[in-house]
């Protein structure tokens, strides 16, 4: 590819060429110092006549316009944008856009790896740490920001260690549906997933990109030349890898995205883990003692197997029956006597207020009557509850019955589950999958003596999430 400029030009008499720094299909890159400050920094350049097709111009745009908004410290900072006419009666006539960003001082991952660097597993966690930090930053802005092509060419490391993300001219904007499909194929082969490749990128495409790089890393080749098994690049025919972390890539680069971690966040928190499931709940807030063998509480029962987990709370069953009684003793005779007082006061009611009819007047005293009993049905469903939660090797599930409301149930993956903890108050049992938590089981303070067993106090609060963590440690050995 010819070159647009040589070493010394100098472009709208501001910006003089240092050196190229590399040329792609998306144009060229230039190391130039700004004369208006001494400033070094990268200018990338497209020419009308070179560009392939006017999608070329239309994603460089783009990449200006989304690198105008970006903040980051480790995204070069956008500086400028102008275009270039040429004089129209120069034999060589054209139009070139430029783009000045900051110039990061370091070397990509192609060239350091080429020239030998060979990162150990603790150096590769360290980077795959800052990328994720970095698409956390991308994914949670509104709207978010895919990337869409992660390559060791567009990360720079700087001898301090600090990796940057460039090159933002295939970043995709996901205004209202993050599953989108487009109509541009871009990318890199060897580090699209699948459904890159069919033209949808969701926020787990740009994780498996990543994935892919850090294979690179660790073993010095593009992941297309990596064995494969099942669709999969099988990487532990070629590297020895912690057990740990080798799970952890191996759902970065899984080939079904809903195999993959769902989003950075997540991906970010299962590499930091460090939980050792065998360690009882530590809460600076609570001052009671861990009691390994408290005493089952009559209203939980726990089933437990190899590969099982199932534990059931009936949460103050006895109000059901309270609530039989109140309902048969007091309300029914009670709505009686206010059906002929209802029945009464209706002929008042209308004879007085011209315009009312008897329906409206008996739904308005129907309405008054039945508002007081709603604050004592709200607290009689939220405290007649039952709660289970069942985990197995693949899946675990939250289910609450109310009384009233039916069943609410959640579900997600075991290998998500990063933590059980007591809350910051100390008063609920939380289950921590990613950033979200799902409340199980409430601490409650009773006046009643012990020996009833209708409250959950916390020892046994305290009892179940370390039967709970066991048993997740148990799965993962």
């Not at 054209?94 to 030998?116: A, K």
């Not at 509480?297 to 059901?320: F, G, M």
């Not at 059906?339 to 129907?366: K, N």
């Not at 007081?372 to 469903?381: D, G, V």
């Amino acid at each position: 590819m010819k070159l647009l400029h040589g070493q010394g030009e100098v472009i709208a008499e501001r910006y003089q060429i240092v050196t190229l720094l590399g040329q792609g299909g998306m144009g060229s890159t230039y190391a130039a110092v700004d004369l208006a400050n001494n400033q070094r920094v990268a200018i990338k350049v497209v020419s009308l006549r070179g560009a392939q097709d006017w999608k070329t111009l239309e994603l460089f745009e783009r990449e200006a316009q989304v690198l105008a908004t970006l903040n980051h410290p480790f995204i070069p900072k956008y500086l400028d944008y102008f275009r270039v006419d040429a004089e129209e009666d120069s034999p060589n006539s054209d139009c070139r856009f430029y783009l000045v960003q900051e110039l990061v001082e370091g070397e990509s991952f192609t060239t350091l790896v080429e020239r030998g660097w060979k990162p150990k597993e603790a150096e590769v966690k360290a980077i795959a740490r800052q990328v994720l930090e970095i698409l956390i930053y991308l994914h949670t802005l509104v709207p978010p920001i895919i990337h869409r092509d992660i390559k060791p060419q567009n990360l720079i490391r700087r001898e301090d260690g600090k990796v940057y993300l460039v090159d933002f001219g295939t970043v995709q904007h996901i205004v209202r549906n993050p599953q989108s499909f487009v109509s541009t194929f871009v990318g890199s082969v060897g580090y699209m997933p699948p459904e890159q490749l069919r033209g949808q990128t969701v926020f787990a495409s740009d994780l498996y990109s990543l994935g892919a790089t850090l294979l690179f890393l660790l073993t010095g080749k593009s992941p297309e030349t990596l064995p494969q098994k099942m669709l999969k690049v099988d990487f532990r025919q070629v590297i020895e890898l912690s057990d740990r972390f080798a799970q952890w890539l191996d759902r970065l680069i899984a080939p079904v995205m809903e195999d993959r971690f769902q989003s950075a966040q997540v991906a970010l928190l299962k590499l930091k883990q460090k939980i050792d499931f065998n360690s009882p709940p530590n809460n600076p807030t609570i001052s009671h003692s861990y009691n390994p063998s408290s005493p089952y509480n009559q209203r939980i029962t726990l089933q437990k197997s190899n590969k099982n987990l199932v534990i059931k709370i009936d949460k103050r069953r006895d109000h059901a029956l309270g609530l039989f009684f109140i309902f048969v003793f007091f309300a029914v005779p009670s709505f009686m006597l206010s059906f002929f007082f209802v029945a009464f006061l209706t002929q008042y009611i209308v004879s007085i207020i011209p315009g009312f009819s008897d329906f409206q007047v008996v739904f308005i005293l129907l309405f008054m009557l039945i508002v007081p009993w709603l604050p004592s049905l709200l607290i009689a469903n939220m405290t007649s509850k039952k709660t289970s939660l069942k985990i197995n090797e693949s899946i675990f599930t939250i289910k609450q019955t109310y009384l009233f409301t039916g069943t609410h149930q959640v579900q997600g993956k075991t290998e998500d589950i990063l933590d059980i903890s007591l809350n910051g108050y100390g008063n609920k049992c939380v289950i921590w999958e990613g950033l979200k938590s799902h409340s199980l089981f409430d601490v409650e303070s009773s006046q009643q003596s012990s020996q009833d067993n209708r409250e959950l106090e916390l020892r046994d609060i305290e009892w179940l999430i370390a039967e709970i963590k066991l048993f997740l440690k148990q799965l993962q050995s």
